[in-house]
């Protein structure tokens, strides 16, 4: 901020302004030059803080314009913003090294904690700023709340906002879905259904979905006999897949028109947007159990951090916090047109802005049952090895 | 009396020194990550040749069959459909022939995703643009081709067909009508005259469509994706899955040094035979 008071300050002495009419302002233009001069006599880093826009390195929520133009008219800064395509991808750029382009990086849980924090790639946040924010979620995400938090627990390396299971989506007028929630990852096992699903391929997902369908946990180191089961399951389930696609919007288009009954990956971020347009045959599926310490869902928490920059911008810290207000907090929740579920929705200022309708599309009525039939995403041990039988099988294929 | 050094290389110098930045140096950083050990990230490991091995022992070698069988079938469907339509371009449009061109133009404006998309929901069974239309108005039921590798080829040869016709129309305005009246005059029949004078004359602006349209075909990655279903993986697609979710840089850059030699390969010897002098003199 001092910053910007000096440059208001030069800029209001600018001898541009009015004419030079006598040695006074000759004087105030030779003082004007001079500390033009210094100012480019400081380091370049410092000296372009100033000048570039908070870059966000996100998921599209983050990038939705009423967001940021919400962000813009109460802080007056400028945002740049590119979207994700996976979370590796992203945590390759960063590690490429474009830790010097990017202020803020959303991204699931154990990345900060495992992956971005030990190797440098983002910036501890003041907890007395931060942690308070964490009494205002959902108690689940009460302090010291695991993925938050380094591993020696003395970081916090992030605020917790958008979250929800992940698993997969049916037809409701084909398959029941309490026969789902019973049979959970089984459904693909069942030979029935063999060229009726689809899978979506965000395929470190698919990785963790095919260990539950072959009954092993998918974040617990695994024998070989592990590895058996899921190179088998694997190579059926892709084989047996009525298509793969990367666009969600695919596989609920194929539902609608009685292509496939069923795909995965998927859970409310792949179908509230259409239930909420009236779509009634796409339904997100948590399995009530499953190998992962008896449970069959996984659920995902989206971690926003701050990237650890060189040329670190403290309105990097300004914009995690505007994030969490309630009015921002509805905007993230109501991304781009999506609808999805976040941890400051126990704030009943937030609950009240949404609509039954609205509620209904993220099948609110059962979503704390679902996080709780859910184990938290992990990193997945041994998934160099599961990765390379998965990427073979996609080799198979055709 | 000494002589003047040649000015030459200090103008070539600029342009010299943005290749070297902008083209040599990503090559040759791609083809040092291609001899570092699996999985790393570094660029100082040990030096190894295993990341060629796996690629040969791993299965890669089909993704890049299937790549080059699509740029290969691409190429041939759009010189087959690209020939007549310059022809009747150059000869027989007249003034509409621009009009025509812009409209074969006008789809590379939009973006290539956009306009797969739009296919996949053109041939999509059942509700499909194409099926149900046929349901609705003949009472016929079609299957559909869409998520198979017949549906890619056609998105391929879709997307692709542009970069065949203009290079080949230039190709065929090289061709001078009095040479074919020549031709038939002296009893040469449509084939004679189509092989021995036209293609001939018309050869520099075909092999130009087709090394644009095979080079673009082997690194396509959106058709497979989008209207084959991934029901087959191209070399583009299993480059992508090391890089990205496998976190496997070297052998994602070897399968990329490997599709970079293979294009060579193919292009540089008919490059040596390109003469653009030709082409570019009217």
Redesign the interface.
């Given at each position: 901020m001092n910053k910007d008071r000096a440059l208001k300050s030069l800029a209001s002495s600018n001898p541009l302004n009015r004419p030079m009419q006598h040695s006074s302002h000759r004087r105030k233009f030779l003082k004007t030059v001079a500390a033009g001069m210094a100012a480019a006599a400081l380091p370049t880093g410092l000296a372009a803080q100033s000048n570039r826009p908070l870059s966000l390195l996100t998921w599209d929520a983050y990038a939705d314009p009423n967001l940021l133009a919400l962000w813009k008219d109460q802080t007056g800064v400028d945002v740049r913003y590119e979207i994700h395509?996976?979370d590796?991808?992203s945590v390759?750029r960063l590690?490429a090294g474009e830790t010097s382009v990017w202020d803020f990086i959303n991204v699931n849980n154990p990345w900060a904690r495992n992956i971005m924090w030990p190797a440098g790639l983002i910036k501890d946040l003041p907890r007395d700023r931060f942690e308070p924010l964490y009494a205002d979620m959902k108690p689940k995400f009460q302090m010291p709340y695991k993925w938050a938090m380094s591993e020696d627990e003395e970081h916090l390396l992030g605020i917790v906002q958008r979250y929800e299971t992940f698993d997969f989506v049916i037809n409701p007028d084909v398959i029941s879905p309490a026969l789902a929630q019973d049979e959970g990852w089984d459904l693909f096992n069942n030979p029935d259904f063999a060229g009726r699903y689809g899978i979506l391929?965000y395929?470190?997902w698919n990785v963790m979905d095919i260990c539950m369908g072959a009954g092993v946990h998918p974040f617990r180191e695994k024998s070989d006999e592990d590895v058996a089961k899921f190179e088998e399951t694997c190579k059926r389930w892709i084989e047996n897949a009525?298509?793969?696609?990367?666009?969600f919007v695919?596989l609920n288009?194929?539902i609608?028109?009685?292509?496939i009954d069923l795909y995965f990956t998927g859970g409310t971020y792949t179908t509230a947007a259409a239930r909420l347009e009236g779509v009634t045959e796409l339904y997100a599926i948590t399995p009530n159990s499953g190998p992962a310490d008896g449970k069959g869902g996984i659920n995902w928490i989206e971690l926003n951090s701050a990237v650890n920059n060189p040329d670190f911008q403290e309105s990097a810290f300004d914009w995690l916090e505007f994030i969490t207000t309630v009015d921002a907090a509805e905007l993230v929740a109501r991304g781009n047109g999506n609808l999805q579920p976040v941890s400051q929705m126990s704030n009943p200022d937030l609950m009240a802005r949404f609509s039954t309708d609205e509620l209904a599309a993220i099948q609110w009525d059962e979503f704390d049952q679902r996080i709780a039939n859910a184990v938290e995403f992990d990193i997945v041990p041994d998934y160099?090895r599961l990765?390379?039988i998965y990427?073979?099988a996609?080799?198979?294929?055709? | 009396m000494s002589q003047r050094s040649s000015p030459g290389p200090w103008f070539a110098a600029p342009v010299a020194i943005f290749m070297l930045v902008c083209f040599a140096a990503p090559i040759f950083i791609v083809a040092w990550y291609s001899l570092m050990p699996s999985?790393t990230?570094g660029l100082t490991g040990d030096l190894t040749l295993e990341n060629y091995r796996s690629a040969v022992t791993?299965?890669?070698t089909?993704?890049l069959m299937?790549s080059l069988i699509g740029a290969a079938t691409t190429t041939l469907a759009t010189a087959i459909l690209a020939w007549p339509t310059a022809v009747i371009l150059h000869r027989y449009a007249g003034r509409w022939a621009a009009v025509a061109s812009a409209l074969i133009a006008l789809p590379i404006f939009i973006s290539e995703s956009v306009r797969l998309?739009g296919m996949?929901?053109f041939m999509?069974?059942?509700?499909?643009i194409l099926a149900g239309t046929m349901n609705a108005v003949f009472d016929i039921q079609i299957g559909s081709i869409?998520?198979t590798?017949s549906a890619a080829q056609i998105g391929m040869i879709y997307i692709h067909l542009p970069f065949m016709l203009f290079p080949l129309l230039l190709g065929v305005s090289l061709i001078p009508a009095d040479r074919i009246e020549a031709a038939r005059d002296l009893g040469a029949t449509r084939w004679q005259t189509f092989r021995e004078v036209e293609l001939p004359l018309a050869a520099p602006g075909l092999l130009i469509g087709m090394l644009l349209t095979f080079v673009l075909c082997l690194g396509a990655n959106a058709e497979a994706?989008?209207l084959g279903?991934?029901?087959?993986?191209v070399i583009t697609a299993?480059i992508e899955?090391?890089?990205?979710?496998?976190?496997?840089?070297p052998m994602g850059a070897a399968l990329t040094v490997i599709v970079i030699l293979v294009t060579a390969l193919i292009v540089l010897p008919v490059l040596s035979r390109l003469d653009l002098n030709r082409l570019t003199r009217r």
């Open positions: 395509i996976s590796p991808s390759n590690r391929a395929e470190d009525s298509f793969i696609t990367t666009d695919q288009l194929a609608l028109n009685g292509e160099d990765y390379d990427s073979a996609m080799r198979d294929r055709g | 999985r990230f791993d299965g890669y089909r993704p299937w998309f996949s929901v999509m069974p059942r509700g499909g869409l998520n590798w994706a989008i279903g991934r029901a087959v993986t299993a899955q090391r890089f990205n979710y496998a976190q496997d840089w």
